[in-house]
Nanobody, 118 residues
Framework: VQLVESGGDLVQPGGSLTLSCVMS????????MSWVRQPPGKEREFVAA????????DYAESVKGRFIISRDNDKSTVYLQMNAVKFEDAAVYFC????????????WGQGTQVTVSS
């Protein structure tokens, strides 16, 4: 199993950024996936999750209405579209594979850095 994130960058407050996570080593369409982030000096926190088929999503209150999680199982890729970015969104963002909906993650990517600065 391998999860490889990309797309992290420097973004201005109010700007947009899209993160990608390429999944390999397993059948992507059979697993729920999530994005988790770790701000500097803080604990990891849940950002968003998407069901295996993409029909159900869940978001942390802090990103609801601003971020959109999506997936393309044909491309084995999960996305996180970040809009109206705030300073507090700065973090390392990790893509994770979920054991079950609402459950723990069993695999993590290496993370991609999102920096927010004006």
């Amino acid at each position: 199993v391998q999860l490889v994130e990309s797309g992290g960058d420097l973004v201005q407050p109010g700007g947009s950024l899209t993160l990608s996570c390429v999944m390999s080593g397993f059948l992507a369409s059979t697993y729920h996936m999530s994005w988790v982030r770790q701000p500097p000096g803080k604990e990891r926190e849940f950002v968003a999750a998407i069901s295996s088929g993409g029909g159900v999503t869940d978001y942390a209150e802090s990103v609801k209405g601003r971020f959109i999680i999506s997936r393309d199982n044909d491309k084995s890729t999960v996305y996180l579209q970040m809009n109206a970015v705030k300073f507090e969104d700065a973090a390392v963002y990790f893509c994770t594979r979920l054991k079950s909906w609402g459950g723990q993650s069993d695999y993590w990517g290496q993370g991609t850095q999102v920096t927010v600065s004006s």
